[in-house]
């Protein structure tokens, strides 16, 4: 049964579609929406808020610009993230959906809310480079805004947190689940005998960090990509705790096919080329997650390709193509 938890908007399709709902099998989301409920005007809000540049410092980058719906809100092809002044930040963009369910936020999880989370690439300096104060004024002198927050929220007051809660009730109601992996679990349609064998290849050497149904565990695992942690120690900039040194987020695998290259820092271009590392590339380390200590994931070249299938199995195309993500 699928929990509907707003209003509804027109789907390409005809008829009207829920902003958020909860999908089968899906657990309850963190970010509690009943405290800031999805209602057209708020959406159509955080959505203009999304894809205007006036939030960087020189209204040369928004958002949407290292977000791309087309390959899952990632950045198309990018290694590392291009901000203001095309300075390059020092790690990948990561895709954006079902972040509803994100207890915390970034390849460090520096940030623990929905709403505070726009906070962090605005004022980036090789992000957006923009003060919040400055943001603000921009929206009060602008023709449109003050309207639309009026029509959101019931004043035309800009502030901090209306601006926070309309990008919220835009970014968490970007889900996820109707790809072809997510209907061969209703029973609507079969998987190929490579799919099916990439499935049960992969519920049994992967699923301990990439849960179903959100293809993650939201837990931060150093996954032996290098031996040592003096590019990036990872979560330990937001602990300082040593044992974190080398430690990221899980990534969720829905959409994988789309949002290369992979790792926090971009370094591999095509899924083999993942394959390869956890079969022979592991680096030991003093913090390399448990579930590596024995420094590879035995596969054959077969099994690899069947995995590598069942992780195309993944690719939402109605969550790509949603009109109502359009810019």
Not at 94 to 108: G, K, S, T
Not at 193 to 201: D, F, I, K, R, T
Not at 296 to 323: Q, V, W
Request: glycine share 6%; aromatic share 10%.
């Amino acid at each position: 049964m699928v929990v509907l938890l707003s209003a509804c908007s027109k789907s390409e399709e005809g008829g009207t579609k829920p902003f958020f709902y909860i999908p089968d099998g899906f657990p309850d989301p963190v970010y509690q929406f009943q405290n800031n409920p999805v209602t057209p005007a708020g959406f159509a809000l955080g959505k203009k808020l999304f894809y205007d540049p006036i939030l960087s410092r020189d209204s040369t980058i928004a958002c949407g610009s290292c977000h791309q719906q087309f390959v899952a809100f990632a950045h198309s092809d990018h290694k590392l993230s291009h901000g203001i002044d095309n300075l390059l930040g020092n790690r990948n963009s990561p895709a954006l959906y079902n972040i509803a369910w994100f207890p915390n936020f970034m390849w460090d999880g520096g940030v623990n809310h929905l709403e505070v989370q726009p906070l962090a690439p605005i004022s980036n300096p090789v992000e957006m480079d923009e003060t919040m104060p400055n943001v603000l004024l921009k929206l009060k002198r602008s023709n449109s805004y003050p309207g639309m927050f009026e029509d959101a929220f019931g004043s035309d007051t800009i502030t901090t947190q209306a601006m926070m809660r309309a990008m919220a009730q835009f970014m968490g109601s970007m889900i996820s689940a109707d790809s072809k992996y997510d209907r061969y679990e209703a029973g609507k349609v079969n998987l190929t005998s490579a799919e099916l064998n990439g499935l049960q290849l992969f519920r049994a050497k992967c699923e301990s960090c990439h849960k179903e149904p959100l293809l993650t565990d939201m837990s931060f695992r150093n996954n032996g990509l290098d031996s040592y942690f003096t590019k990036d120690p990872g979560r330990a900039l937001i602990s300082t705790l040593p044992q974190d040194s080398g430690l990221f987020r899980v990534p969720s695998l829905r959409n994988v096919a789309l949002t290369f290259p992979y790792m926090h820092d971009g370094r591999f271009e095509k899924l083999m080329d993942v394959m390869n590392h956890y079969n022979s590339g592991i680096q030991p380390s003093s913090t390399l997650d448990p579930l590596l200590s024995s420094n590879s994931i035995p596969l054959t070249l077969a099994e690899k390709n069947d995995l590598i299938a069942f992780l195309g199995t993944l690719t939402d195309y109605t969550f790509i193509r949603d009109s109502r993500f359009k810019e």
